[in-house]
């Protein structure tokens, strides 16, 4: 895209370059080139692929001399130099030229080629090139020598090889330099066999006697916007005029002084034409309302690639996920690197963009950073061939094959299928398959202007199923019908376009630039309005949700990294649920940010960025249009209406040129000068180009003058906010902020440079993780404090996904930044399995008893429960091996990613990784001196910054991981004091968690402990418990119940502190327990936090309130019991406040310590009369009795009203029903189990209100009773009425066997 181009240059081209062989200094070898087929010789050598014969040398003597690189020089630029673009001459030689000079002989094929390059400086400007590249006769009798010579010696050499007698090998293990690569020359055949020399001569064979040779050249022009279509012109029609047999009207030089001083650049919203040597170029403008510039033919990209693969990597690009694009065209490098950064509007990409990697940036691959790099191939080598750093988190895009290949678990853009649709409408209707064209192969590009521009001239193809269809749609007919359905329903058809053209046949609105370019343009912003909308209706009132800053500009920058720009669970929790996987993520991209970031720096419309501008001008459009109200986003596809408007717009320009700019004239040249041979591009007369007219309105000058008058009007403005250099210089820092180097230096290539850019990744590293720690915490810790009660809750199981998952990239970028040897596709795995191998080793050696590591590997955990169970070891091979054994999880990328959440749960995540890295041998064997994880600092720093996440509870392992099968360990604890050894009878276990519930576990009763693997429970909720009442001593006191996940080591304590059996306690064979995880209390205390533990058990509580003598009851009084009920049914409704995802249990909230069920217990004990010291009334006495008044009143037929019957009814269907349930669960239990089912029927405040009326209730308490309080009842029935809007679910363990 256009942004950021030097706005004080109004020419349309800055410079004119000419690349190519400088015979003064001979044949020099491309070093840089050669240094990288050294470095992928090594790369063979260290992967013990047998010995490279004169790697070391460089100049890779298998390929044959005419396929080798030699340096290319900048033979000339013109001007010099101009003040607001400097000349980079290493850089324009680089991108003009990217594999240095190339040699071709007669029988070559020497088409020429253009390419476009793009040159991103420093402070993130660009300026773009354009290139063609053709091949001249070399007329200079030494370098022809040269070649000579190195043929005799390659040939030598390629002889000693061939016929080494003490090579019994058979052709396909001989040593990789031995075949010559025929496969370069291509039109020769493969070599098979060693052949005999003379065949060899004669097919890889340069004889200055009886060959032309041809050395490749190049002419460029550089300009500061992107107009490749005019440039191309251009360009092609210079080499034209050298080639041609007549001369051109006028010397070459008139037409480059021209072009470089006498046309401007086309202004904002018009169109402008200028003449080349043998025709006129048009090129035209967008105006301030209309997308930005974008000149390259975006169809391409969608015929080579397909809708369904453009797509995909138009996510990968949002996610700023890495993106590498091979082609063997330059061109197609960069169409596709443009289309995808141009479809992106309103959003820039932010990171490292080089759509043309020179071979002397090959190290850039290395970057730990998110980067769209383009990256030649030779058209040999596969893709097997491409050693890449790291895998985990790129997108290889295989141009000329229609391939791509994506990272694990790539969300879907939001509407994928209508999206693609839609448009598939656009394409079909310009004659591009939407799948793409399968056969574009080479002679594509020459066939494809010819192919299109035959189906709409011919009129026999009535429909699109013409030519460029039927190629390879025939085979199925059924797409045919669907393609053509949809034509006719999209009112396509050609003869309307041909209508078109006839109608519009009065002379003055004929299009003035030919229809191939027209029928470009229309399909580039029809494709790009429909992009653009997508934008427009998902992000319609995104200006919400942005965080204003409340303090000044200045403290804003210098917190920018903490503060929160863009309010994101209040934006996502708008969203349809389909949507978050994909804007979860999108919303933590650097390109979001620094989009919110120049809004928030933005004031009114004057001040905002043009693309800024224009977005919010459509948002503001669609707002009108729908009149509901902005914040209710619906799912419902919205297809993109404007595409006429800015179609028209485009076709008006091209119809009605507003410009016309000088002609080319003759220049105040000397006689003699500007004669040239043919078939040879000149050096031009630097004298007449070096400077232009002085007079020229367009030249130098430096800001039209109604920016200057801005300028002055900003400069009044300045009292209120910050001037406009200033903006500029914080919008810039702002897009920095994420990204340490924006791009690499196209430079000479010196060890210093690689260690200083390598050094920028460290530090950029670091600093990412020190935000993402930051971030992850403050989420984190904004929902415990919720739980403690303060703020408001601010993340959603989405969310903390979509944190995890980035840390995890982050990780495996740091793992791969300068790895030796790159194996698997995940870096972090294979250094985990590597320490795994060789501690196995170790351990396997008898010699070596107790190496240090062992303390560290053996040293357990105490944890609370800890006397009773011994604590899991820790050890960082067994969390390897949990995750080895699981079988769901299939490749290395997923198996890093289990192990980083596991550790994460298990709070070891720092301490794990510090483990691994202690081993100074391994890292040393498997990363370069400059790797991060080599910078001691810096990995001290880093494994710090991890240390921070042991203050919070993560559940990302057991959350994710649902249906993995997991070993716990269960241990009963009874009480050892009152004859537990005595206890006959066989004690049970069930235990239920927020996934599932494991069924009757039979507990040995000698050990009462057990392990058992069973599908993930989750969080576990719940344990009931009993025994089957045989034996002669059948009770049995239970202290608490302990359950451990053996792969997480969450323990979870269940507290019971009751008796089990007939007769004693309230009579109960069974209980369910409700439990709270044990935070472990490890040895060195500086945890940052201690989290909140869950609420506790109902028993303790219960206990003193029913076992204990009278005397020592705690007695609450009313109000403290009134403010108990308050609090637990506070509870439950901020329970349902809160999104499904992020609810605790409710079951803790009924049950647990101070719920539902323990307020009612307290209600119902105050006031209660107690005959007699030791005997234990409870309350499910007074039920009974109560039932049984009810009962009988209902068959007296003391009825006093309808509804009083009804809930009589209820209250006697459901206690009759407890009664007569299978289950053996005591009074209390009963009692338990008719709250929860109370709460679930919304019945609760009725019951009350029966109860409080009713005699036996009068006799049973004292006159002081909160029940026989009329005002209080009336209270406490009112707070209980608020259950009714909530739908309350129990979990299954609470009412088993209950048939209601």
Not at 402 to 413: C, N
Request: with cysteine; net charge neutral; glycine share 6%.
């Amino acid at each position: 895209m256009t942004t950021g181009f030097s706005s004080n240059s109004c020419r349309f081209a800055d410079y004119f370059v000419i690349c190519g062989l400088d015979t003064e200094s001979g044949l020099e070898p491309d070093e840089l080139s050669a240094l990288c087929q050294y470095i992928e010789a090594t790369k063979f050598r260290d992967g013990a692929r047998g010995k490279l014969a004169s790697a070391d040398e460089g100049e890779n003597f298998e390929h044959s001399p005419l396929r080798r690189t030699f340096k290319s020089k900048v033979l000339a630029h013109y001007p010099e130099n101009v003040e607001w673009s400097p000349f980079d001459q290493d850089a324009v030689g680089m991108l003009c030229m990217p594999k240095g000079l190339a040699f071709r002989t007669q029988v070559d094929s020497r088409e020429p080629q253009f390419h476009s390059f793009i040159i991103t400086r420093e402070d993130g400007s660009r300026t773009y090139g354009f290139a063609l590249t053709f091949f001249e006769e070399v007329t200079s009798k030494q370098i022809c020598s040269a070649m000579q010579t190195l043929y005799h010696m390659h040939n030598a050499e390629q002889y000693d090889i061939l016929h080494t007698p003490t090579s019994p090998h058979a052709p396909q293990d001989r040593p990789l330099h031995a075949l010559p690569h025929a496969g370069h020359s291509q039109p020769h055949p493969a070599l098979h066999a060693a052949p005999a020399i003379s065949r060899l001569q004669r097919f890889n064979s340069y004889d200055i006697s009886r060959d032309t040779l041809y050395v490749s050249k190049c002419i460029c022009l550089i300009a500061p916007m992107a107009f490749p279509q005019a440039c191309r012109k251009v360009l092609q029609q210079l080499h034209q005029a050298v080639n041609s047999p007549h001369p051109p009207p006028l010397p070459l030089e008139s037409y480059v002084y021209n072009v470089l001083y006498e046309v401007p650049l086309p202004p904002v919203g018009r169109s402008l034409k200028f003449s080349g040597v043998y025709g006129p170029v048009v090129c035209q403008r967008p105006s301030t309302s209309e997308l930005p510039l974008f000149d390259f033919p975006m169809g391409e990209m969608f015929e080579l690639l397909g809708v369904e693969n453009v797509l995909q990597l138009f996510t990968c690009a949002l996610l700023e996920i890495q993106i590498l694009l091979y082609s063997q065209h330059y061109q197609r490098l960069m169409t596709v690197a443009e289309s995808i950064t141009a479809l992106m509007f309103p959003y820039q990409w932010q990171h490292v963009y080089v759509p043309i990697l020179p071979a002397s940036l090959l190290h850039f691959l290395d970057a730990p950073v998110p980067y769209l790099m383009g990256l030649h191939s030779n058209g040999q080598d596969d893709r097997t061939k491409l050693e890449l750093p790291q895998e985990a988190n790129l997108c290889f895009v295989d141009i000329d094959n229609h391939f791509i290949e994506l990272p694990e678990d790539l969300p879907q853009f939001p509407n994928k299928l209508e999206f693609i649709q839609e448009i598939s409408e656009v394409l079909m209707a310009f004659g591009v398959p939407p799948e793409g064209s399968l056969h574009c192969g080479q002679g594509q590009a020459k066939t494809r202007g010819l192919r299109t521009t035959d189906t709409v001239s011919d009129k026999r193809n009535g429909n699109l199923a013409g030519s460029p269809l039927n190629s390879f749609l025939l085979r199925e007919n059924e797409t045919i019908a669907r393609l053509q359905a949809l034509v006719k329903r999209t009112g396509v058809s050609l003869e309307k376009l041909d209508a078109r053209d006839d109608a519009s046949g009065n002379k003055e609105l004929r299009p003035q630039c030919d229809e191939e370019e027209l029928k470009m343009h229309r399909l580039n912003v029809q494709v790009r309005e429909v992009f653009a909308n997508r934008f427009t209706q998902m992000f319609a009132d995104y200006e919400v949700f942005v965080i204003q800053p409340s303090q000044d500009k200045e403290s804003w920058f210098t917190n920018r990294d903490q503060m929160q720009n863009f309010d994101k669970a209040s934006f996502l929790s708008d969203q349809p649920e389909p949507y978050l996987p994909f804007l979860s993520r999108f919303l933590e991209t650097q390109m979001f940010a620094s989009f919110i970031d120049s809004k928030i720096l933005c004031h009114d419309d004057e001040d905002k960025e043009h693309t800024l501008r224009v977005f919010d001008g459509r948002v503001e459009k669609i707002r009108m249009l729908n009149v509901r109200t902005p914040t209710l986003r619906t799912s419902m596809y919205q297809k993109c209406t404007n595409i006429d408007e800015a179609e028209k717009a485009i076709e008006m320009r091209v119809s009605k040129i507003d410009h016309t700019a000088l002609h080319p004239h003759l220049l105040d040249m000397k006689i003699g000068q500007g004669r040239y041979e043919q078939g040879f591009f000149p050096r031009l007369q630097s004298d007449v180009l070096s400077t232009g007219p002085t007079s020229n309105k367009w030249a130098k000058r430096s800001a039209p003058a109604q920016w200057r008058r801005k300028d002055r009007q900003k400069q009044h403005a300045e009292h209120l906010y910050l001037d406009n250099d200033q903006r500029e210089k914080y919008i810039q820092e702002a897009r920095n902020l994420g990204t340490t180097i924006r791009q690499p230096k196209l430079s000479n290539l010196s060890p210093s440079v690689i260690a200083q850019t390598n050094w920028k990744f460290v530090e950029g590293l670091l600093k990412e993780c020190r935000n993402k720690t930051k971030r992850m915490l403050v989420e984190k810790m904004g929902r415990e404090a919720v739980e403690l009660g303060h703020g408001e809750v601010s993340i959603t199981g989405v969310e903390e996904n979509t944190l995890i998952a980035s840390l995890c990239d982050l990780l495996e970028r740091i793992w791969s930044h300068g790895l030796q040897v790159k194996q698997g596709k995940s870096a972090l795995w294979s250094h985990l399995l590597h320490y795994q191998e060789s501690k196995e080793k170790k351990d396997a050696t008898p010699g070596c008893l107790g190496p240090p590591d062992l303390i560290h590997n053996t040293e357990r955990r105490k944890s609370d429960a800890g006397a009773a169970m011994p604590p899991l070891k820790v050890s960082l091979i067994q969390d390897m091996r949990h995750i080895q054994n699981i079988g769901e999880i299939k490749t290395d990328v997923g198996k890093a990613r289990a192990w980083v959440r596991l550790s994460m749960e298990k709070k070891l995540l720092s301490r794990h990784l510090k483990q691994l890295l202690s081993d100074h041998e391994l890292t040393k064997k498997l990363y370069k001196r400059y790797a991060f994880l080599r910078c001691d600092d810096e990995k001290e720093q880093f494994l710090y910054h991890l240390l921070s996440f042991n203050a919070v509870d993560y559940f990302c392992f057991t959350n994710v991981f649902t249906t993995i099968m997991i070993p716990y360990h269960v241990l009963v604890m009874s009480s050892k004091k009152l004859a537990g050894s005595m206890f006959t009878a066989n004690p049970w276990v069930c235990v239920s968690g927020e996934l599932a519930e494991t069924g009757v576990l039979q507990v040995p009763k000698n050990t009462l402990e057990i392990t058992f693997e069973c599908q993930n429970l989750g969080k576990l909720t719940t344990v009931q418990m009993g025994h089957d009442n045989s034996g002669l001593y059948a009770k049995w006191l239970v202290e608490c119940v302990i359950v451990r996940n053996e792969i997480t080591g969450h323990t979870y304590k269940f507290p019971c502190g009751r008796w089990l059996g007939k007769g004693v306690d309230d009579g109960s064979l069974e209980r369910i327990l409700v439990g709270e995880l044990v935070t472990p209390s490890t040895e060195n205390e500086d945890r940052m936090c201690r989290t909140p533990p869950m609420q506790q058990s109902p028993g303790m509580m219960r206990r003193f309130v029913t076992i204990s003598p009278s005397n020592s009851k705690p007695k609450l009084n009313t109000g403290q019991i009134q403010e108990g009920v308050g609090e637990a049914i506070n509870g439950i409704v901020k329970h349902f406040h809160k999104p499904e995802k992020e609810r605790g249990s409710l079951t803790l909230l009924l049950c647990g310590e101070y719920g539902l069920v323990w307020a009612l217990e307290q209600v119902f004990q105050h006031g209660f009369k107690s005959p007699r010291l030791f005997k234990n009334v409870f309350i499910w006495d007074l039920l009974e009795k109560s039932q049984v008044y009810f009962e009988s009143a209902e068959q007296r037929e003391v009825t006093p009203d309808e509804n009083w019957q009804t809930r009589v009814r209820h209250f006697c269907r459901f206690m009759r029903a407890i009664n007569s349930t299978s289950r053996n669960i005591g009074k209390d239990g009963k009692f338990q189990m008719l709250v929860c089912l109370g709460a679930r029927d919304h019945l609760l405040h009725h019951w009350i209100a029966l109860l409080a009326d009713c005699p036996i209730t009068a006799q049973m308490y004292e006159d002081t009773a909160l029940i026989k309080d009329h005002s209080l009842v009336n209270s406490l029935i009112r707070v209980l009425q608020t259950l009714q809007e909530f739908n309350i679910t129990l979990e299954a363990s609470l009412v088993k066997g209950i048939g209601i």
